[in-house]
């Protein structure tokens, strides 16, 4: 094998997504159910109900466990699964949506990426079709994909494991339509995300690097595909890596002393945990010192990017409405609260 393909436990590149679907019914059956017909849908198995909101999340594979880790009572009630980093087509947020539909409309919740965008809206409009409400959630909170004033073109990213869930409690406590898109929209708003990557990933086809970043250096901002990020340079430590990016964290959320938060201190694949909790003893002192109350700590592969080197860190400006959305119970494959 030449040197430079990376080394994977797979069977066939281009069956690694359906093989990883087959091995996650598998083992969280209490969770999970795929409809017939309907190979890249994923439903909750005690979260859709006569009357409730159905929310349905979606995109593509290789950020384990979102999306469909994410699925489950108390928080998402489908998801479409898409390829490795590419939006599913419309089918599968079809299927989803109506597996999951329970009379009272449709709320679907997505990063903010041209592909999702397209899809899922024809999916929506497929639905309307069918008589079903559809409405849609973008999600923006990486701060580093675009200035504050165009904050509607910024992308999606580690951010979505809170903002899901303040959706998902919505929907669960059964909130209409308008209530559980109101506070999607609200907690997006609330949210600021922003990564480092040290290394690239490599995609299960080519086991190849997907982008050029050098022995040594480091990109801060990075997108979760590989997207350019605000800055390159060489390799600092955890402590100025996490003071960088809290900076400007801390600058955009704007929180007075006394506010509370909940934080992610995300893995991107291959950052263990050891280094996490290193950047997290930073962040939870930038946090005091900005006299913030911490209310709940998330550590570990949220949202990752294959095998990617590098972490992001997401906080949440909590109010007394998100806390409870947050607070909420839920009962996921990949996640309980």
């Known amino acids: 094998m030449p040197m430079n393909l990376t080394q994977k436990l797979i069977n066939d590149g281009n069956a690694a997504v359906d093989e990883m679907l087959a091995g996650i019914l598998a083992a969280h059956p209490e969770h999970l159910w795929r409809p017939d017909n309907a190979p890249r849908a994923v439903v909750a198995r005690h979260g859709p109900r006569t009357g409730k909101v159905a929310l349905v999340i979606g995109g593509g594979s290789g950020h384990e466990p979102t999306f469909l880790g994410y699925v489950g009572r108390g928080l998402a009630d489908a998801a479409a699964i898409g390829n490795v980093f590419a939006s599913p087509p419309p089918q599968p947020a079809v299927d989803a949506a109506m597996a999951a539909s329970g009379g009272a409309g449709v709320l679907f ?28 959630v973008l999600t923006t909170d990486d701060i580093a994909s675009a200035p504050r004033d165009q904050r509607q073109k910024r992308r999606g990213v580690a951010g979505n494991v809170f903002i899901f ?32 990557a040290l290394s690239s990933c490599s995609l299960p086809q080519t086991r190849r690097p997907s982008f050029d970043l050098p022995d040594g250096e480091m990109e801060i901002g990075m997108g979760i595909h590989g997207e350019p990020g605000v800055r390159r340079g060489p390799l600092r430590s955890a402590n100025d890596v996490a003071d960088e990016i809290m900076d400007a964290i801390l600058a955009e959320m704007k929180a007075p002393a006394g506010d509370r938060v909940a934080m992610l201190v995300n893995s991107l694949g291959a950052t263990p945990l050891m ?5 997290n003893a930073r962040i939870a002192e930038r946090l005091k010192a900005a006299g913030l109350v911490v209310h709940k700590t998330l550590v570990g592969p949220y949202c990752t990017s294959l095998d990617m080197a590098g972490a992001s860190i997401t906080i949440m400006h909590l109010d007394d409405e998100l806390q409870r959305m947050i607070d909420h119970p839920c009962d996921c494959a990949m996640f309980r609260s």
């Open 109 to 136: 919740m997505y990063g903010n990426y041209a592909g999702d965008v397209m899809n899922f809206d024809m999916a929506a409009e497929l639905l309307e079709m069918e008589g079903i409400e559809a409405r849609t």
């Open 165 to 196: 869930k303040a959706a998902g409690a919505a929907a669960d406590m059964m909130m209409p339509l308008d209530e559980v898109e109101r506070i999607a929209r609200h907690a997006n708003d609330r949210t600021f995300t922003m990564g480092v």
């Open 275 to 279: 280094e996490l909790y290193i950047l």
